[in-house]
């Protein structure tokens, strides 16, 4: 069974601060994914990581994947408060038989940047 | 052009009950994929439809159902509540389903 673990789960920093939020999965996987949602709404795409040293940068947001630690990290450079929000990583892998594509997610990490 | 699209926006129920609920995937995406999000934990797979037959299903029971009809809209039945079905529930679409997903707005339901 696949399981995919985040952390941490809460994360409160500073404005201008950085930090990492990590991702660790058990199996091989397809992609990756990055989300975020913000308090009562749905799931924004934020990043999907297809290789191993993959490295994406939006604005002050940069993941990396690492395939054969089966490991990805989020980076936040110069905290803002408009970033606050809970980040998801979910990864993507094909399942057998009527091979449909499941994400699997973590449990997601809770930002708060304070001013 | 409209993205991922579900009704209701929020709706209550009580145990025993049966409930529907819609969605409509961004135009020309022939995947719909369910989710369930309980407060506090990262979305759960539950169904993926593609050219209207079920391709995967979760670790769901017997009480949740979905079908996706010819215009590649979906619904998800969930019959017999219980207390432990509210949750947030996502639509997802993608183009075959082997792409990124786009999720919709999501339905709150909250089973009383």
């Known amino acids: 069974e696949l399981k995919v673990e985040q952390n941490p789960l809460f994360l409160s920093m500073q404005e201008g601060k950085n930090y990492t939020i990590y991702c660790n999965y058990s199996t091989t996987s397809d992609r990756l994914y990055w989300y975020r949602q913000d308090p009562g709404k749905s799931l924004e795409s934020l990043f999907v990581?297809?290789?191993?040293?993959a490295v994406k940068q939006e604005g002050r947001l940069m993941a990396s994947l690492d395939t054969k630690a089966r490991l990805s990290t989020l980076h936040i450079t110069a905290a803002v408060h408009d970033l606050s929000a809970t980040y998801f990583c979910?990864?993507?892998?094909?399942?057998?038989?009527?091979?449909?594509?499941?994400?699997?997610f973590g449990k997601g990490t809770k930002l708060s940047v304070i001013p | 052009d409209a993205g991922v699209t579900q009704s209701p926006t929020h709706l209550i129920k009580t145990r025993g009950q049966h409930v529907t609920l819609r969605c409509s995937p961004i135009?020309?995406?022939?995947?719909v994929s369910w989710y369930q999000q309980v407060l506090g934990q990262g979305p759960q797979f539950i169904f993926q439809y593609y050219e209207k037959e079920e391709r995967g299903r979760g670790n769901f029971p017997d009480r949740f159902s979905a079908r996706q009809f010819p215009n590649y809209s979906s619904e998800l039945n969930v019959n017999a509540l219980l207390l432990g079905d509210s949750a947030l529930y996502l639509c997802?679409?993608?183009?075959?389903?082997?792409?990124?997903?786009?999720f919709g707005p999501g339905t709150r339901l909250l089973v009383l």
């Open positions: 990581l297809l290789s191993n040293g």
């Open positions: 979910a990864v993507d892998m094909k399942h057998s038989g009527a091979g449909s594509y499941q994400l699997t």
């Open positions: 997802a679409s993608s183009w075959t389903g082997e792409e990124t997903q786009y």
């Open positions: 135009s020309g995406h022939k995947s």
